[in-house]
């Protein structure tokens, strides 16, 4: 398929038949701005340089100017693209029927655009190839499973010996990296850490895990959001369904607890509910998590040890996180709601040193109203 001729080619063709010269000449000649020599840029910048020291002001404004103009157009060029998106998901049929109709119409075209573009990008091409291979694979990724483990089986069937072969091929590899295996199991459980955990995953699920983990990662998101994954980050229990959760030692189960929350509408009440019921809680809270927690204390000593950190004191880590998390469990016994000034009603309640400021008033009052508030306080404090 002959190129059409360029109308640039046919004037020049035409003055050549006319036997113009001077205007074949003036072709050579440069147009525009190209036509000032490099002296006479330079004398342009120079003079550009002492206007603009000669009339800051202007100059400011002038490139302030040019600024609003380059946001403004960069906002239009945006505002453009999401048009042009939208329009083209509205009638993506047509387009692609369009777009098949000109291949249909036109493919020496169309291989010429092709071959001129892998040409000029041939890293480009090849990334968009493996990407558009990934994709495939993944959208049909129990198909090429099913495919490649016929295929294996295949093999398997027309060369038995083939594992035995590669292992001897290669027999020293093989046994240095039992050796380092083995090693790390020593190692491992010489310094009372656990063993090596290893999760095994198929491409395309790691594909998307990775996929999902930059998504969130990447998300800008508002203080609210950041103290709601705060408080589901501090809080292990959460998702407990509150009637499966253990029993209160008030005497029911959680829900005729919660009822009895519900009642306390007067913070008075509420505070004598819970002097009544939080040493239960804690002590039945320490009593199953005791062993968990000290065992967790026992392998962050050893992480320590190895940083060349002093290790934890036993004792005094172990009561400090026991309550840590004991209070996050009374929260969903007692706090389910997550109120801001209940929660902190209920941790000037069981952390009062910490607090004993901001906590002065209501203890005192509640220490007028009941005479069993000192001696839960000095409970929850052991």
């Keep these: 398929m002959e190129a059409e001729e360029q109308p640039d080619e046919r004037a020049r063709g035409w003055r050549r038949a006319r036997g113009d010269d001077s205007i074949e ?12 020599s490099e002296e006479q840029r330079e004398k342009a910048r120079e003079s550009a340089r002492k206007w603009k020291a000669a009339n800051p002001e202007r100059a400011r404004a002038q490139n302030r100017e ?40 036109h493919p020496d075209k169309v291989r010429e655009y092709r071959d001129r573009y892998r040409a000029k990008h041939p890293e480009r ?13 993944d959208v049909n990724a129990d198909a090429v499973r099913a495919a490649n483990r016929v295929a294996a089986e295949k093999r398997r069937q027309q060369d038995p010996d083939y594992q035995r072969r590669a292992y001897h091929r290669d027999v020293d590899a093989q046994r240095a990296r039992s050796r380092t295996n083995s090693r790390r199991r020593s190692r491992l459980k010489e310094l009372g850490l656990p063993p090596r955990r290893t999760h095994a995953v198929y491409a395309d699920q790691k594909r998307a895990n990775q996929r999902a983990a930059d998504a969130f990662f990447s998300v800008r998101r508002t203080a609210a959001q950041k103290r709601d994954l705060q408080l589901e980050m501090r809080a292990p229990y959460t998702r407990l369904m509150r009637a499966e959760s253990h029993r209160a030692t008030v005497g029911g189960d959680a829900s005729s607890l919660e009822e009895r929350l519900n009642a306390a509408r007067d913070i008075d009440a509420e505070r004598a509910l819970w002097e009544h019921v939080l040493p239960g809680l804690v002590t039945r809270f320490t009593e199953k998590h005791r062993d968990r927690i000290r065992e967790e204390i026992r392998l962050d000593s050893v992480a320590r040890h190895i940083a060349g950190k002093p290790a934890y004191d036993t004792a005094i880590e172990l009561a400090r996180r ?32 910490n607090n004993a400021r901001q906590a002065q008033p209501a203890a005192e009052r509640i220490e007028a109203s009941t005479s069993a508030s000192a001696p839960v306080r000095q409970g929850l404090l052991r």
């Design 25 to 36: 000449r003036n072709d050579e000649l440069p147009t525009g701005r190209a036509r000032y």
């Design 66 to 105: 040019q600024m609003r103009r380059a946001a403004a157009a960069r906002k239009a060029k945006a505002a453009r693209s999401v048009r042009d998106r939208a329009r083209y998901h509205e009638h993506r049929e047509e387009q692609l029927a369009r777009h098949r109709q000109l291949r249909e119409d």
């Design 125 to 137: 091409v090849v990334e968009q190839s493996r990407r558009a291979s990934e994709r495939w694979r």
């Design 322 to 353: 026991i309550r840590a998390e004991a209070f996050l469990d009374a929260v969903q016994h007692l706090a389910p709601d997550h109120d801001p000034a209940r929660l902190r009603r209920l941790h000037q309640m069981m952390f009062p040193r």
